[in-house]
Structure formats: C-alpha cells, structure tokens
C-alpha cells in the first residue's frame, strides 16, 4: 500500500514537541521534530547522514542535533555543520531529508511528499480548535490498525450501538435516517433527530429541560481525518440540519495518521461551545472520549488482526458503510 503524499499530517499535538527530540514514523518515514530556540518545529528524518543512527537519540546543541553516534551536528536545514573529526571540512554532501512544518489548530502537522508543493493553504480546516469561543482539548493513542479502518469506523456511528452499548448508544441513532453526501474530495455523513428527549450529557450541557433536536454530521476530510459536528437545540428554536447554532454544539476531531500499513496515530479530542471556562466539564469530556475510544480499538485492532489471519476472504460493504466506503468514480 502507498500512502497519500503531498498531503499535511497531524504528526503530533503542539504540547508534545519541546527542546528534547522526539521520534514519530509517519507514513513509513522515521521523522525527528523540536522545537528551535525561538519556539519554531523543526521536523528532520531521523536518521544521521553517516551511520543513520536515530537523530532522536542525538543531544540538542542551540538549535541544531549533534549525533551520539560519531559527534556530527546537523542543523535545522538537515546540513552538517561540523564533522566527526572537527578539522575535516564539512561535507555538504551528507544531508539528511527536511519536512515542511507548520503548526495550525493546536497540532503540529508535517507534509509528507515534495516539499516544494507544501501550501500551507493545505491544512485541513479544524477552525472549532482554534476559534474564539470554544475551547479544545484531547489525546493521543498509538492504534494497531490500518488507518482506514478507522475511517471506516467513524464515518459509520452504527456501530456505537454495540461496540458502546454501555456508554453512548441511543436507540435513535439507529431510526433516524442517515443522508450521504459527497462534495468534492469530502463526505459528509449527517443525520437529524428531531424532537427527541436529550440524552444526560447533553441536556446537562443545555441546561434546559424540554425535547430537542438533535444531529450528528460526520465530515471526513482527506487524507485521514474526520471530524463530527454534535449537539442539541431546543425544539422551539426551529433550527436545521444546514443552520443549528441556537443550542449547544461541539465537534468530535479524529485524526488517524499512518504509522504503517497496520498501525496509525490517533489524535483525538473534543471542541465545543458551551461551560468553556469548566475545566472540570474539559476533563470529564477527556475522560469519557478516552474510555468510549478504548472500546473502539479493542475492536479495531481485533479486526486488524483477523484480517490477516483470513487472507482468503475479503471486505464486504454493506448499505451502512456508505460514508467510509464511496466508488472512485466521480472523485
Ligand atoms: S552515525 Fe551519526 S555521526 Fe556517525
Ligand atoms: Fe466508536
């Protein structure tokens, strides 16, 4: 499998990258990222140009990595600057691959392909992370799965019915009818509840009894990422699938960054509008997203797992799997 390049990808939140070098394989590639004495990301692939010791393993000198192998500094722009033997002149030969890197909506994200095609125009849009108004927080898993069965999971909230049966499961979900939509090289996946009695959590973020309206819009953005639109509005504020601002709203982000071809990145977290100063509500949120997230990748990696057990048979789709799995054509 190759994975989409001249794409951007989440490689890490931005709390995660400081002065210490750290290691993340993204897309099969080995990269190195810290932060430069002004704050800025550097991003290497890590591997010294001699030996290609991990350059994670070297020692931060200003801002450039000397190698613990031999002693070789190289700087941010993947060059040495000094030699094992200090008195040999500097090879410039000798360079080690650079990453774009920008930081943007609270992660860091590296673009994997030609350098000079990154744009950072690119970045996909997770606006509810960095917007005024709303506050975001999350976590980080590494997922033995192939990343687009994890797409496939997401962009298909049947599931929750079983895989969280205990936590999140709501017998609507599974009456309300589900609309596909596919705009451009995004789907969308949304599905509308009218006139319903909330569930705990959100009748408690609306505070307000009565029936609401409630959604789900499933937007998955490529290469790897899906984020869902959630809340409630009270009933008499006749909102609407295409307009609903008048309640209490939050977007689910979900970021699965290939490692390998059986193993990704999950970068996950929630944004939302309501309680935004409640560090308390923040944590329980954390919390509850890391347990309903741990019921998913018992599943995910059991499926992982069996795949490869059973080379013989092969993925089935079914009318459900109609946000993860489209036809090419058109695309
Ligand atoms: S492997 Fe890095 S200097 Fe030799
Ligand atoms: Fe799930």
Known sequence: ??????????????????????????????IVMYRKLDGSVVALRDACPHRLLPLSMGI???????????????????????????????????TTPVY????????????????????????????????????????YMRVGCDYRLFIDNLMDLTHETYVHMGSIGQKELMEAPLETRVEGKEVFLSRWMP??????????????????D????????????????????????????ESHDSGVRGFVIDSMTPETETSCHYFWGMARNFDIHDAGVTARIKAGQENIFNEDIEVLEGQQKNIALNPDMKLRVLSIDSGGAQPDEGR
């Open 1 to 30: 499998m190759t994975f989409l390049r001249n794409r951007w990808y989440v490689a890490a939140w931005d709390g995660e990258v400081a002065n210490a070098p750290i290691s993340r394989k993204i897309c099969g590639e080995p």
């Open 60 to 94: 931060r000198e200003g801002d450039n990595l000397r190698c613990k192998y031999h002693g070789m500094v190289i700087t941010p722009e993947g060059k040495p600057c000094e030699m094992p033997l200090t008195h040999e002149r500097v090879n410039e030969k000798l």
């Open 100 to 139: 774009p890197v920008v930081e943007r909506h609270r992660f860091v994200w590296v673009w994997i392909g030609e350098p000079e095609r990154a744009d950072v125009g690119l970045v996909p849009d997770f606006w509810p992370c960095s917007a005024p108004g709303w506050v975001f927080d999350g976590g």
């Open 195 to 212: 006139n319903i009695d909330p569930p705990p959590f959100w009748r408690e973020a609306l505070k307000k009894d009565g029936k609401v």
């Open 214 to 241: 409630r959604w789900q819009v499933c937007q998955f953005i490529e290469p790897c990422s899906v984020i869902i639109d959630v809340g409630v509005s009270p009933v008499e504020a006749d909102d609407t699938l």
